[in-house]
RNA sequence: CGGGGCGUGGCGCAGUCCGGCUAGCGCGCUUGCUUUGGGAGCAAGAGGUCGCAGGUUCGAAUCCUGUCGCCCCGACCA
């Protein structure tokens, strides 16, 4: 007995999350303290993410670029708050080549200062705007606790910078990429998230405004899953990223930033998985289909495989990524237990009794058990994995919004919101008071998530102090 | 930084309190044979200066001192 089973997630939920990334094969601990290798499949589906975005990007104007990894540290003055959020977390560099530096180094933690200089330099004129660049590259933060994808010290992501001649053109930038952002995850990473606006205390350090999408992974915790930040004129003023309009007068950028992380794939891990493992939306799964031929003898062998590679050839015609395990050293229920860990949406045996009724066993991951098991003909297999790919890529996504739309509560009054928030999100009207949210925070651990545009314009009253307001906000114990 | 736990073959652990001979066990790995439709069986092998540095002792994985690191829970954060 092999048997190496998975803490449950209702055993230990965290711990459940921690043995998956190791099992799964996603990501490995570095000799680093908070540093995390990512291995080849994780990889695989950090790629297929990074794909779709970057596509999205390119569609809306952006282009790429590479800024460096050291940034002087005085950069970090310019901009007071900016200092303030991320000095206690900079890793310094103070020596090269031997010797001590005159002005020591930071590992950026974030580019906004290094790409505010080099706009600085770059433009000069209202015809140089508006400048949409994008960089896909990893960051360091010395994080006090770790954990794999969700918070690593080191971590991989993408961070747009732009700078735009008005106030309106910047934010219209930066919803664009919220939206892209949102309808990503929606539509490719089946994950129901929601677009809001932050509070003040929840804001970037730096910003005006700060835009997130919050996901509820399934011990109902939030994840900050991506942020859209609006900075008005607070960078441009500490870099001096200026422009003569057109009537010839000097006038400071408005700028924007942006960034999606490696933390995506803990959104997916926490939100998709399950006891047995990994589950993978269709849409970004490395592998979509793996096919495990089942034999006996070597007569037998010669006829699956034969059907085995066939299939194989019609399902790579049709642009399905696929693996075919044909290990002989591991029995086929290692196999499937091996490829339900790793969540691989759709499982294809092939064995003697299919090659004599011209049929294969389908098996959706999203579907535990015989439930998700069928029998299906081998003629025109290539369609039926296609519409099973989207069907899972479909019910993922709305199994992931019942749960959401379950959890979240519209509690009476704040006794009920206490109550609400040991499991489950609260959406409250909220008077966006410091007091009211650190109130809430002290007696329920929990922080107010975002706020979602276009409210209806219907006024209530704070669930904490009972002060009119208009506006709703999430709360929730979050990541 | 505060609290807790842990460092012993690749992984997970026992042994440590109460010092004693060639440091055990499970998984994994290698080879062979039998197996393969839900985590296979048998047999034979390979692999460890017990985190590191001192000390006590005839003798240290075990006792003492120091040190480094990791994990978990909190404060900070994408």
New binding site residues.
Partial sequence: ??????TTRADDF?EWY?QLVLKADLAD?AP???CMVVKPYGWALWENITAALDKEFKATGHVNAAFPMLIPMSFFEKEKEHVE?FA??LAVVTHGGGEKLEEPLVVRPTSETIIGYMYAKWIKSWRDLPVLINQWGSVL?W?????LF????E?YWQEGHTAHVSAEEAKDEMFRILDIYADFAINEAALPVIKGEKSDTER?AGAQITT?IEGMMQDKRAL?SA?SHYFGQNFSKAFEIQYVDQNNTLQFCETTSW?L???MIGAIIMTHGDD?GLVLPPRLAPIQAVIVP???TPEEKAKVMEVADRIFKELKAAGIRLKMDDR???????K???W??RGVPIRI???????EKGS??L?RRDKP?KEG?SFVPQTGLDSTVSGLLVEIQDSLLKRATEFRDANIHDPKDYDEMKKVLESGWAFSYWCESRECETKVKEDS?ATTRNIPFNQPDVEGTCIVCGKPSKRKVYFAR??
Avoid: C, H
């Avoid at 007995?1 to 998975?6: I, P, T």
């Avoid at 994080?143 to 954990?147: V, W, Y």
């Avoid at 002989?328 to 290692?334: A, I, T, Y």
């Fill in positions: 007995m092999a048997e190496d089973k998975l965290s921690n601990y680093v303290r908070g959020g206690p977390e933060r994080e006090m606790r770790t954990k969700l918070r690593t010290a971590f970037f997130s900050q942020t960034g992380s490696t933390r047995q089942i034999f006996k002989d050293n591991v029995s086929s229920g290692f499937f237990n091996d339900e860990m045996e092939v064995g003697p009794k299919d090659v294969v066993a098996a058990g098991k651990k979050t990541y």
